[in-house]
């Protein structure tokens, strides 16, 4: 008799758990999913204008800073990892750099991607190391590694989260709501991990990489101020006008000297 009762009591946790663990994936699927078919949205397959450009760095890189990790972290790996906050490529470019339309959609509206974006942990970084996503897109979070490390995003407009993912292939999904440029991500158990993401209610956005260049594709025509952030050399902007069919250029430079 007693034995049954702690199945029972057993049980009821064990339901209690996923109920509100699997509440909130569903929520987040399902707002997205409503949205998606909502009316009024504008479709981006058609549009053919587009911004494109690459984001250089002037003047002496940064000396490149091996990423110190424990000894368990490195025990996982056999690369020396670097640090990320200001990586400079070798045709003299910056990567990791977050290029964005900030204004000039009005109030066009955009659906949410179905494909999540994924967020994995591996080796003890985030990879990405930045980018970005819609509100309302799911991020679907990954632990590839075999030990705990903990999600914790600081975002000021949307609602923090934070909670520990123990197993290896554990997955775990989230989603924005509002836009925020950027929501600092981190893991408290190991404090070198930090990642940023870029929350819009569009898609128009492209984050640098070993080349330095970005692309923002599929845009309506009109003028847009297009921001690039850079989570170490701040953010900088210029407006662009662009015709259907039309591609313009739009470089930024870091690393210039104030005049
Ligand atoms: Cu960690």
């Known amino acids: 008799m007693k034995f049954i009762k702690l199945v029972l009591v057993g049980s009821l946790l064990a339901m209690l758990v996923s ?15 409503k949205s998606a078919e909502g009316e009024g949205m504008t479709m981006t397959a058609d549009m053919t204008a587009a911004v494109t450009g690459t984001v250089h760095f002037k003047g ?3 000396p490149q800073k091996p990423l110190q990790q424990d000894r ?39 659906a949410p991607p179905s494909e999540p974006v ?8 985030y990879e990405p190391h930045v980018f970005g996503i819609q509100t309302g897109q799911t991020l679907k979070i990954l632990n590839s590694d075999p030990l705990l490390h903990n999600i914790h995003a600081l975002p000021n407009k949307n609602r923090p989260f934070n909670f ?41 956005f492209s984050v640098t990489g070993d080349d330095g260049t970005f692309s923002i594709d599929n845009l ?25 069919n039309e591609t313009k250029v739009a470089d930024f430079t870091y690393g210039q000297p104030a005049s």
């Open 72 to 110: 368990e972290c490195r025990g996982l790996h056999d690369q020396q990892f670097f640090i990320q906050d200001a990586v400079v490529n070798n045709n003299g470019t910056l990567k990791w750099v977050f290029v964005y339309v900030k204004s000039g959609l009005g109030d066009k509206k955009f």
């Open 220 to 244: 309506p025509p009109g003028e847009y101020v297009i921001e690039a952030w850079h989570e170490k050399y701040g953010t900088m902007t210029q407006t662009v006008t662009v015709g259907d």
């Open 60 to 62: 002496e890189a940064p």
């Open 164 to 204: 520990g993912m123990p197993n290896k292939g554990d997955i775990r999904e989230q989603s924005f709501k509002v836009p925020e440029v950027m929501v600092r991500i981190k893991c408290d158990v190991h404090p070198w991990m930090g990642a940023y993401c870029g929350v819009l209610d569009h898609p128009y």
């Open 19 to 33: 109920c509100s663990g699997g509440g909130e994936e569903k929520q987040s699927s399902a707002e997205a999913g």
């Open 118 to 125: 994924e967020f994995d942990q591996h080796g003890c970084r």
